[in-house]
């Protein structure tokens, strides 16, 4: 019987959400999608299954690496294809802050205009939710422009921001402005506005 590992849904950012190694059931997956990843338009090639307790997973090769499960969400759609576009969608916008939009070279389930339409779809959210974090300045945002560290909207939500890390780093710090409240993941640093102003104070 196909089940998963953990009924936790999302996409996998980092070690804190785990759906299972796939050494021994890859053979029950099912290619879907190769496409062009990174400023260097490697290939990625994605697959998906679908289990006997109805969660849809998608997973990645890059390189003909080990298959890794990175996105999982219980079956919602009235077809195979409604819930394969959801899962790349979420993947997409989960990840394009870091990685960019990826471009298709092939599917065996979407058309190239189905992709561009899931691209174009977040493009559009992006930008709504970036002019409404624009109308709201908040001190933060006051300081971290006073520094020169570029903060600028995500996109992800109108309280999600990201600026350019005091450390110097070719990295970024993300932002809250909910709270008014920061943190780099990089330098394992996080707070409020004074502790960034307490930390840009001891790296001058």
């Given at each position: 019987m196909k089940t998963?590992?953990?009924?936790?849904?999302?996409?996998k950012m980092n070690s804190q959400l785990d759906f299972g190694n796939t050494a021994k059931i890859k053979n029950e997956f099912q290619f879907l999608m190769t496409t062009y990843e990174t400023l260097f338009d490697e290939e990625f090639d994605y697959?998906?299954?679908?289990?006997?307790d109805n969660y849809f997973q998608l997973a990645f090769s890059y390189h003909n690496s080990e298959l890794e499960i990175n996105v999982q969400y219980k079956l919602q759609f009235d077809t195979k294809k409604e819930d394969i576009i959801?899962?790349?969608?979420?993947?997409?916008?989960?990840n394009h802050l870091f990685?960019?939009?990826?471009?298709?070279?092939?599917?065996?389930i979407f058309t190239q205009q189905e992709?561009?339409?899931?691209?174009?779809?977040?493009?559009?959210?992006?930008?709504?939710?970036?002019e409404k974090a624009k109308q709201k300045t908040t001190p933060l945002i006051s300081f971290l422009e006073q520094q020169q560290l570029h903060p600028k909207p995500t996109g992800f939500n109108e309280d999600s921001w990201t600026a350019s890390c005091p450390s110097g780093g070719n990295h970024f710090i993300m932002i809250t402005t909910l709270k008014d409240e920061w943190g780099c993941g990089y330098c394992k640093k996080k707070g409020t506005i004074l502790d960034l102003k307490k930390w840009v104070k001891e790296l001058e």
């Open positions: 998963v590992f953990t009924t936790q849904e999302g996409v697959f998906y299954r679908i289990t006997d959801y899962a790349v969608h979420q993947l997409i916008e989960a990685i960019g939009y990826p471009t298709l070279k092939e599917s065996v992709f561009d339409k899931i691209i174009s779809d977040i493009k559009v959210s992006k930008t709504i939710e970036k």
